[in-house]
T-cell receptor, first 112, second 112 residues
Framework: EAGVTQSPTHLIKTRGQQATLRCSPISGHTSVYWYQQALGLGLQFLLWYDEGEERNRGNFPPRFSGRQFPNYSSELNVNALELEDSALYLC???????????FGPGTRLTVL | GEDVEQSLFLSVREGDSSVINCTYTDSSSTYLYWYKQEPGAGLQLLTYIFSNMDMKQDQRLTVLLNKKDKHLSLRIADTQTGDSAIYFCAESKSGGYNKLIFGAGTRLAVHP
């Protein structure tokens, strides 16, 4: 069974640009989660999507947004990039609303 | 409130047992998880325990939960060099919240 996949592996942007990160969940999983792992800040919850709807949101500004497609894959968009957005962005999926979350390898975003 | 705390570093000799500790503050947590992160990689789900359990064993891993003290531990028997990684404790709650709250991670170093 294929795990959670994320693309791209690395992404380099400059301040003010937009970044788009993609995630494909494990087959059969309907929930997708996004987390940010920034140096010194640890792992922080960003967004949760289930059945195409945003279900919960962490304490991040509105320039962090996303969506979930009918095939349950998801996209995270970060607008007006700031230097402190540099981090590893991890996607996870689960098969049920309260199932255990399985993580992908992450996308490392560097903002110059 | 939501807070998960872990010690930051643990060094053990190969073949010894490792015990990684975690405390959490939210008594409404339903699931408690242990994840492993190797350098440059995403998070690997090691094991989890439901809040109505006291202990769970899975091969070399033993999880102990003390609900009264809100203390969780992960014991790794016969620790190997391949166990060197960062170990994260995380809690989640039911009721539609579904986000994981992570500790800062414990870096386990295994030496010969």
């Amino acid at each position: 069974e294929a795990g959670v996949t994320q693309s791209p592996t690395h992404l380099i942007k400059t301040r003010g640009q937009q970044a788009t990160l993609r995630c494909s969940p494990i087959s059969g999983h309907t929930s997708v989660y996004w987390y940010q792992q920034a140096l010194g800040l640890g792992l922080q919850f960003l967004l949760w999507y289930d059945e195409g709807e945003e279900r919960n949101r962490g304490n991040f500004p509105p320039r962090f947004s996303g969506r979930q497609f009918p095939n349950y894959s998801s996209e995270l968009n970060v607008n007006a990039l700031e230097l402190e957005d540099s981090a590893l962005y991890l996607c996870a999926s689960s098969w049920a609303l309260e199932g255990e979350q399985f993580f992908g390898p992450g996308t490392r975003l560097t903002v110059l | 409130g939501e807070d998960v705390e872990q010690s930051l570093f643990l060094s053990v000799r190969e073949g010894d047992s490792s015990v990684i500790n975690c405390t959490y503050t939210d008594s409404s947590s339903t699931y408690l998880y242990w994840y492993k992160q190797e350098p440059g990689a995403g998070l690997q789900l090691l094991t989890y325990i439901f809040s109505n359990m006291d202990m769970k064993q899975d091969q070399r891993l033993t999880v102990l939960l003390n609900k009264k003290d809100k203390h969780l531990s992960l014991r790794i028997a016969d620790t190997q060099t391949g166990d060197s990684a960062i170990y994260f404790c995380a809690e989640s709650k039911s009721g539609g919240y579904n986000k994981l709250i992570f500790g800062a991670g414990t870096r386990l170093a295994v030496h010969p």
